[in-house]
């Protein structure tokens, strides 16, 4: 079993530019989930899939932010005219419906530093 | 779901067992209470959970009060690599709910 990934781990652009981000959560789970975490905060929900359907959306999820599920697989998250308050790092976490406890699994994570 | 409250830092010498309190007073029937930790720079990671049994797992233990209203996560021998941010979360199993973390508890074990 190995585990929710995220590419890349690390990411520096400057302001206005565009930035995408892939998880590969692991194997057989059909939920996705993303979360951004700020310096000295707890991670923050941003969006959910369930399979390839966008299931929930935060208020934190501006028209900039949009994220995609297209096979039910692997998702990305892609930021559009960054600005320097889109800083943080940026989570995902996976889990399989079924068994009652639907426990989320984390990825590494990629921060994001705009300049 | 509930929310929960936690002290903002604890220390612990390595070897000792760290009990980490978790006060959740509004918890209802449906919701589970959830422990991750998180290792500076790392992603979180699930240690347990529990509804109102106590649990163990390879971690740690969750012990829950009768009335649910408080939890403890007891890391049963503490070494250095248990140094991180420890977050409890409540939250209805079984549904596509979301996590609500909160700024959790700093574990420091130290030698």
């Known amino acids: 079993d190995t585990g929710v990934s995220q590419d890349p781990r690390h990411k520096i652009t400057k302001r206005g530019q565009n930035v995408t981000f892939r998880c590969d959560p692991i194997?057989?789970?059909?939920?996705l989930y993303w979360y951004r975490q700020t310096l000295g905060q707890g991670p923050e929900f941003l969006t959910y899939?369930?399979?390839?359907?966008?299931?929930?959306k935060s208020r934190l999820l501006s028209d900039r932010f949009s994220a995609e599920r297209p096979k039910g697989s692997f998702s990305t998250l892609e930021i559009q005219r960054t600005e320097q308050g889109d800083s943080a790092m940026y989570l995902c976490?996976?889990?399989?419906?079924?068994?009652?406890?639907?426990?989320?699994?984390f990825g590494p994570g990629t921060r994001l530093t705009v300049l | 779901d509930a929310k929960t409250t936690q002290p903002t830092s604890m220390d612990c010498a390595e070897g000792r067992a760290a009990n980490l309190p978790c006060n959740h007073s509004?918890?209802?029937?449906?919701?589970?209470v959830y422990w991750y930790r998180q290792i500076h720079s790392q992603g979180p990671q699930y240690i347990i959970h529990?509804?109102?049994n106590n649990e163990t797992n390879e971690m740690a233990s969750l012990i829950i009060t009768e009335d649910r209203k408080s939890s403890t996560l007891i890391l049963p021998h503490a070494t250095l690599r248990d140094t991180a941010v420890y977050y409890c979360?409540?939250?209805?199993?079984?549904?596509?709910?979301?996590?609500?973390f909160g700024t959790g508890t700093r574990l420091q074990v130290t030698l």
């Open positions: 194997s057989e789970h059909n939920r």
């Open positions: 899939f369930q399979n390839e359907a966008q299931l929930e």
């Open positions: 529990g509804l109102k």
């Open positions: 976490a996976s889990s399989l419906t079924g068994g009652g406890t639907d426990t989320q699994y």
């Open positions: 979360i409540v939250r209805t199993s079984g549904t596509a709910s979301k996590l609500t």
């Open positions: 509004t918890i209802s029937g449906n919701e589970y």
